[in-house]
């Protein structure tokens, strides 16, 4: 669905890169989560997405055709990065005035599904100067569902909300999910909000793809060993079934199940010295702490 590949971005008179070579896909469906301390470039890859700035390198795809070089290739995304409203329009308008921009005359239809889905269709005839924070953030989500994008794009959503907010709009996200089965990229400082809805994770740390995990319901441990591993036929023949790669060629996740483990490690140490081994969801926690030191 959405792929990028080899994606950088150098800034004039900036001598490092904020984005370099970063690579990925997004399918249908996914909630991926965006981890990386301030300044890792999570911003600016979802502002490249956006393509309100320009890629030194690389490509943005969608149903593999370039964002970049098409004109209106846009109309499948729905973007919360950075927002702002008018304080001249009410809620209702909002929606109204985005659809004109970006929408179909059909998406009209959805205006009071999407407001009662943020919990604002009473307060539709109020101007956001009039609203809380959390309100604030929720007509923006509004504005980002109400066209009915593929793929939803969103920048610290979380910020500035109460324990209730969160809870209320990770609600929400998980319900557009289920019903529209879109795919959304998420950044947050707080993991235990990543946690609730995303099911993958991507830490990026000083403008590089570090790591991509998914984070499923199954108890998983992560081997990390003193080189790359190499899945030999033997290796294929025992353990097919239990290990995934991950994108850094020294570590493997394998299945939590004791007999596989244990068998496992006695073949691992016949080839590999066994530097470090972590339950996988203690591991993205310790993995997201460093980032956000």
């Keep these: 669905m959405l792929e990028i590949k080899g994606l950088s971005k150098k800034f004039k008179n900036n001598e490092k890169y904020s984005l370099q070579n970063v690579s990925f896909q997004v399918d249908q469906g996914e909630i991926v989560g965006l981890i990386g301390k301030n300044g890792a470039g999570k911003t600016t890859l979802m502002k490249l997405i956006a393509k309100a700035i320009r890629p030194t390198d690389g490509n943005i795809l969608i149903n593999q055709k370039s964002i970049l070089?098409?004109?209106?290739?846009?109309n499948d995304f729905g973007f919360m990065i950075e927002g702002?409203?008018?304080?001249?329009?009410?809620?209702?308008?909002?929606?109204?005035?985005?659809?004109?921009?970006?929408?179909?005359?059909?998406?009209?239809?959805?205006?009071?599904?999407?407001?009662?889905?943020?919990?604002?269709?009473?307060?539709?005839?109020?101007?956001?100067?009039?609203?809380?924070?959390?309100?604030?953030?929720?007509?923006?989500?509004?504005?980002?569902?109400?066209?009915?994008p593929k793929i939803l794009i969103l920048d610290e959503p979380f910020v500035g909300l109460d324990p209730n907010g969160v809870e209320k709009l990770i609600e929400t996200l998980k319900q557009w999910v289920q019903k529209k089965d879109t795919a959304i990229i998420i950044s947050s400082h707080q993991l235990s909000e990543?946690?609730?809805?995303?099911?993958?994770?991507?830490?990026?740390?000083?403008?590089?793809?570090?790591?991509?995990?998914?984070l499923d319901q199954k108890d998983t441990t992560i081997i990390e060993l003193n080189k790359s591993f190499v899945f030999t036929t033997e290796y294929k023949e025992k353990y097919r079934k239990f290990i995934t790669l991950t994108t850094k060629s020294n570590m493997i996740e394998v299945s939590n199940n004791k007999e596989?483990?244990?068998?496992?490690?006695?073949?691992?140490?016949?080839?590999?010295?066994?530097?470090?081994?972590?339950?996988?969801?203690?591991?993205?926690?310790?993995?997201?702490?460093?980032?956000?030191?």
């Excluded at 070089?69 to 846009?74: A, R």
């Excluded at 990543?194 to 998914?214: H, P, Q, T």
Aim: proline share 2%; aromatic share 10%; glycine share 4%.
């Design 69 to 74: 070089k098409s004109p209106n290739s846009l």
């Design 260 to 293: 596989v483990l244990n068998d496992l490690l006695s073949d691992l140490m016949k080839e590999y010295r066994i530097l470090n081994l972590k339950d996988k969801k203690d591991y993205i926690q310790q993995k997201f702490k460093g980032e956000n030191r």
């Design 194 to 214: 990543l946690e609730e809805i995303c099911n993958r994770f991507l830490f990026i740390d000083n403008g590089e793809l570090k790591e991509d995990f998914v």
């Design 84 to 148: 702002s409203l008018f304080n001249h329009l009410n809620a209702i308008e909002h929606l109204k005035f985005f659809i004109s921009l970006n929408g179909k005359v059909d998406h009209r239809e959805n205006i009071e599904y999407v407001l009662r889905l943020v919990d604002l269709w009473e307060k539709r005839h109020i101007n956001p100067s009039n609203f809380s924070f959390g309100m604030k953030q929720r007509l923006s989500l509004a504005i980002c569902l109400v066209t009915e």
